[in-house]
């Protein structure tokens, strides 16, 4: 086995860990216990949370900034496409041709997904007041690793394994993490409104 | 350098520690400074300040959470941006937390994540008001209540008073010698509460609610010892001082021998002791408590009472009160209310679980120091209620009505604003 391989092994394994840990965490705390007398259904609320609730046309944060909106999408859906791949890369998995070139057409639109972000960070006095180095590190560590997966779809080599390497070792410590965190955030905003009756919303 | 002491810092630092629990350790790790909830602010949106992003709120807990409680900002601070809690920052959080928001939650529903960004801010005024640091007009506020009853200090000789002569006129307005505002009786059905204001300086909202009460033959009182609603101290974030006046109120309400508490027209006091006391107090209360609100919505809905809707015909928009609607769940009882009592309404857009704050909330009528920001951001309220075209606004919330008086005098609106107890009391249909 290439020695790349015992690197994406270990720094792979390196983050699962330390993800786990954090989702571990999270569950072990728990929540403080609410004496008041709930008025809704917290379960349909937290299904409510994780689904509609999250629907462009429910989300200010979408409907308000729809290129921003369709660009975060776009390179969400790219960084989880670039793992898938990078699992089948490392199982040595082959594609054909014409398979290479639209996937390669995606990731590269998707790449220029994160770099119009990363610009917009860059540049917007908004975001810079809020942004620290890590956003910015967070940002190139992605779009690159969805640039570098691309040349690997035109020309293999072990560049990306070393990329990915890297991401992986990077992924628990700063905002990565919220890959983790997105899902316990919009368990604990269900748990919230619909322990008060607020979610699901049912006429309004 | 700092010249907060140690002790200070670490009070504040102590609050941090204690949250521990998974809510908390969600939401300040989950910021991803995307900014796209900045328009769904309404301080953003009166001056576009990127202060006022409701990201920059969970950046300034975060960033010491992160300072404080990760080995990345122990060690890397640079790279996360973790601060040290001086005074510099403690000066940042004043006017942020107290200054630049009224935690009515609006971000929460908008956050691409899902933050809970009301949620954190409570947590920065927390940490503030352990350090000291409590704005000072609202700490009197709150000091009003803990050492007279009630948050506007009235003496129960002027309550007494003001009752009674709100009683004679309910008497003569109903022609029934009989019809009576009933204090202290022991073993009624329910307590009724008031927010202070209105003893002070809107007494006819008690009389409707009592013209109310009289119509539908409700056994009632109210408490001379504790009428106050309101629980200032949620929004200082003072728990010791909440529990006090939450302990208060279960007090009284046992006393009495109650079994249903109603809470008055007033979002905050709603939620501070249905949603919050319990929690204050680690209890679960053996009474049932409802919001006035909700009581009139049954009243109509099992005909307990007979409304109309010929008396008001005049165009009647309606604002819901934020810790009410989106922070309660109570959104649809003020719309059947209205639909059986008013001939014309309309919606305000945005609206519902939805709407914009009127600026008033968070404690912010209390706390004269940001006056200039808190009727800037009602141009956005005003706005709001210029365009729908009413005459009449109605919410749910002696708060809110404070600061739509005030909007409408500022704006020059030409509205008259009324609480849901008076549009009810003005529909009745008495039976002889």
């Known amino acids: 086995m ?11 394994l390196f983050c699962i860990v330390v993800s786990l840990y954090h989702l571990v965490r999270i569950i072990r705390l728990g929540n403080a216990k609410d004496y008041s007398k709930p008025a809704g259904d917290v379960k349909a609320a937290v299904k409510y949370s994780m689904t509609v609730a999250m629907s462009p046309t429910k989300k200010e944060s979408a409907y308000l900034h729809l290129p921003t909106y369709a660009a975060g999408i776009l390179y969400h859906i790219g960084t989880f496409v670039s793992f898938l791949l990078l699992v089948l890369f490392i199982l040595e998995i082959e594609f054909p041709n014409i398979l290479n070139i639209l996937l390669s057409v995606f990731l590269s639109i998707t790449t220029i997904c994160g770099v119009s972000i990363l610009i917009k960070r860059m540049f917007s006095k908004d975001l810079k007041l809020i942004s620290n180095p890590d956003d910015y590190i967070s940002n190139i560590l992605v779009t690159a690793f969805q640039l570098v997966t691309v040349l690997h779809l035109i020309n293999s080599g072990y560049i990306l394994f070393i990329f990915a390497s890297v991401l992986f070792l990077y992924i628990p410590f700063g905002k990565l993490k919220h890959f983790i965190y997105f899902f316990a955030a919009r368990y604990q905003l269900g748990l919230f409104f619909g322990h008060r009756g607020t ?6 | 350098m700092t010249t907060v002491s140690r002790e200070t810092i670490e009070k504040g630092l102590d609050i941090l520690r204690e949250l521990n629990n998974s809510k908390f350790i969600t939401h300040v790790n989950s910021c991803v400074h995307c900014g796209l909830c900045g328009e769904s602010c309404m301080y ?84 503030l008001t352990e350090m000291g640091y409590t704005p000072a007009n609202l700490q009197s506020t709150v000091d009003a209540a803990i050492k007279t009853g009630n948050n506007m200090a009235i003496t129960t000789e002027e309550f007494v008073d003001t009752l009674n002569w709100l009683e004679e006129d309910l008497q003569d307005d109903l022609n029934d010698p009989n019809a009576k505002i009933h204090v202290n009786e022991q073993g009624k059905e329910l307590m009724y509460t008031l927010n202070p204001r209105e003893p002070k300086f809107f007494p006819l909202s008690i009389s409707a609610m009592a013209k109310v009460f009289y119509a539908a033959k409700e056994s009632w009182t109210l408490s001379t010892k504790m009428y106050d609603v309101t629980n200032y101290a949620f929004f200082s974030g003072n728990s010791k001082e909440a529990q006090i006046i939450a302990q208060r109120m279960v007090d009284e309400v046992k006393s009495l021998g109650i079994k249903r508490l109603i809470l008055a027209e007033c979002g905050h006091g709603d939620r501070a002791f249905r949603w919050e006391a319990p929690n204050f107090l680690s209890q679960k209360f053996d009474f049932d408590v409802i919001t006035s609100v909700e009581l009139l919505a049954e009243y109509i809905r099992t005909e307990k009472i007979k409304v109309t809707t010929e008396n008001i015909t005049d165009l009647v928009t309606l604002h819901d009160p934020c810790n009410l609607s989106r922070n309660g769940g109570i959104f649809e009882e003020q719309r059947f209310i209205l639909k059986n009592t008013v001939k014309n309404f309309v919606e305000m857009n945005p609206c519902g679980i939805n709407n914009l704050c009127c600026g008033g909330g968070g404690g912010q009528l209390a706390m004269s120091e940001y006056n200039e920001r808190r009727m ?38 030409n509205v ?17």
Not at chain 2, 381 to 398: E, L, S, Y
């Open chain 2, 376 to 413: 800037s951001i009602g141009k956005l309220k005003a706005d709001q209620i210029r365009n729908t075209g009413a005459k009449i606004v109605v919410t749910p919330c002696h708060n809110c009505v404070d600061q739509l008086l005030q909007l409408n005098s500022a704006y020059k609106l």
């Open chain 2, 44 to 127: 953003y949106l009166a001056n576009r300040e990127p202060k006022n992003l409701p990201a920059y709120k969970v950046e300034l807990i975060s960033s010491l959470y992160r300072k404080y409680f990760t080995f990345i900002g122990k060690h890397v601070p640079d790279l996360v941006r973790a601060k040290e809690l001086d005074d510099k920052m403690i000066e940042e959080m004043v006017d942020v937390f107290f200054g630049r928001c009224t935690m009515c939650g609006r971000c929460n529903f908008h956050c691409s994540i899902g933050v809970d960004i009301a949620y954190l801010t409570k947590v920065g005024r927390i940490m």
């Open chain 2, 416 to 432: 008259q604003i009324k609480t849901l107890a008076e549009i009810v009391a003005d529909a009745l249909i008495l039976e002889n």
């Open chain 1, 2 to 12: 290439a020695w790349y391989f015992y690197l994406i092994y270990i720094s792979m």
């Open chain 1, 199 to 204: 979610w699901p919303v049912k006429n309004k």
